[in-house]
């Protein structure tokens, strides 16, 4: 069963403003209007109270020398010429009865009888004391005089007063303020929608390009939309404009440092590479050289081919290991132990200019469901960072394993340990971490989103040789599901 408070609240301001104007005006409404019908019905009694007296007051003075010699006609008559005297009081029956309490005369003869007692109910109505009474129909209202004579109780008037046009003016009123009630909170509410929905537009403008922005890059508020220049939202859209700025400007820096980043790894690695493979060309021109002189003797042929086969296949492995880093994965390519030693002969020609050693270790057998360039690149700046800061003829180890479905890579350094504020960036799973621009960072930065999107964690703790060791982690199944979605 739905909420009504819930579906309430989930309801558009737009909405949920008017409706509280029409309550409040609801319930303004029946306040004024109970007052109002309370002070019409006061002025009515106080009326009919005024009314009523004069009326007993002229039909007293008509009665009581008649009530004194107890002469019926005489009561009778006048009480028929006072039923045509107060017609706005509508009498519907009169009463004069003696001290005894029987009756003189009535004007309904055949209803009450003279010298008949007075029906307890006429006297029952007047048991508070109170002159005029209304009856339970609120139809009828009950009027009492008692005839005094020489300060003393000679009879009592009861009169009947049909008081039906007073209630039907209560009722007219009471719909007048009903219906005029109605009109003005429909009319308030809608005005107040209008006027809710103006004042919420420039929210809307705001919501919709937070919306854009969380897809995205962040739209700045074009100028013609902008609010007032001394408004709150005209404050608030400024602000928002500036901020949009500062956050595009720092994703533009980002992206420019990351390339420049990657561009310098790529000027490092084509060094190393020329390295590389300028060492091996000078035994091969050696050979080819070999070879015109004295290429017609089988055993300086055989020894000159073996060389230039060796140093062919050196810088085939050479050029296959870069392309394998840098050229754009297409196919998604599954991570293989090769991918991983490659790695160690394009580090090579770091570690023999920073004379560092390499401890590595490479676990994996099987070839593993997960995507290899981008777990590639991670190990790769790893290293890099780690040749970087280990001090010269120091040590650096590389471990990878897999174990309980996960793909572990741990490399270590002989540092003097990571930061903290670069070791908070890499360990955060935040796609708006500020990278660290300082020393290595954008490497670490590149490290960070290239974990982030493979679905990985990385760990940082203290290397076996004193420096930083930092470990990525990689849950293979996860991988897996992700690879078949793509597929």
């Known amino acids: 069963m739905t909420n009504p408070v819930r579906l309430l609240r989930d309801l558009p301001v737009t909405i949920r403003a ?98 008949s007692p007075v029906p307890n109910i006429y006297q029952n109505r007047f048991s508070d004391g109170a002159s005029l009474q209304f009856g339970s129909s609120s139809q009828r ?7 005094q004579y020489q300060d003393r109780k000679i009879g009592t008037i009861y009169a009947t007063l049909n008081v039906a046009h007073l209630m039907q003016e209560r009722q007219k009123v009471f719909w007048e303020l009903v219906l005029t009630n109605l009109v003005l909170a429909i ?25 854009q922005g969380a897809s995205g890059q962040i739209v700045k508020i074009p100028s013609g939309l902008l609010a007032q220049k001394h408004s709150e939202f005209g ?71 073996s060389l230039l086969e060796r140093g062919l296949s050196g810088i085939r492995d050479v050029v296959s290991a870069a392309l394998a880093n840098y050229r754009p994965d297409r196919n998604r390519r599954n991570l293989t132990t090769k991918d991983i030693d490659d790695l160690s002969l394009l580090l090579q020609p770091e570690l023999r200019r920073r004379d560092i050693s390499l401890d590595w270790k490479n676990n994996i057998e099987d070839e593993l469901p997960v995507q290899a360039t981008p777990v590639r690149q991670v190990v790769l700046n790893l290293l890099l960072n780690a040749v970087a800061a280990s001090p010269r003829g120091t040590s650096i180890s590389m471990r990878a394993d897999f174990a309980d479905n996960m793909l572990v890579i741990a490399v270590g350094d002989s540092g003097v340990g990571l930061p903290q504020q670069a070791r908070e960036f890499i360990t955060s799973t935040a796609e708006d971490a500020v990278p660290v621009v300082e020393g290595s960072g954008i490497g670490l930065w590149m490290v960070q989103r290239l974990m982030r999107e493979t679905g990985g964690v990385i760990e940082v703790a203290k290397s076996a040789f004193g420096g930083t060791l930092i470990t990525s982690r990689i849950k293979i199944e996860a991988q897996a599901e992700a690879l078949d979605h793509a597929a």
């Open 18 to 115: 008017p409706m509280l104007v029409a309550t409040l005006m609801i319930v303004v409404a029946v306040i004024a209007s109970q007052q109002v019908l309370s002070r019409l019905s006061q002025t009515q009694t106080n009326n009919l109270s005024g009314l009523t007296s004069a009326y007993l007051d002229g039909l007293s003075a008509a009665v009581i020398p008649h009530v004194l010699r107890n002469d019926v006609w005489e009561v009778f008559d006048a009480l028929d010429r006072s039923r045509g005297k107060y017609k706005a009081l509508r009498p519907m029956e009169t009463i004069v009865a003696d001290a005894q309490g029987r009756i003189i005369a009535s004007s309904e003869p055949r209803k009450l009888a003279s010298q």
């Open 141 to 147: 209202a009950y009027v009492r005089r008692d005839l």
């Open 187 to 211: 009319f308030l509410a809608g005005i107040g929608y209008l006027a809710v929905r103006r004042m919420l537009k420039p929210v809307k403008v705001l919501a919709d390009h937070l919306e």
């Open 235 to 305: 404050r608030l859209f400024r602000n928002y404009n500036a901020l949009a700025k500062a956050v595009n400007e720092r994703a533009e820096l980002a992206d420019r440092l990351a390339r420049e980043e990657h561009l310098a790894s790529l000027g490092r690695m084509a060094a190393g590479m020329a390295h590389e493979i300028n060492n091996p060309l000078g035994g091969l021109f050696n050979a080819v050289d070999t070879l015109r002189k004295h290429g017609d003797k089988p055993a300086i042929r055989k020894s000159s081919l």
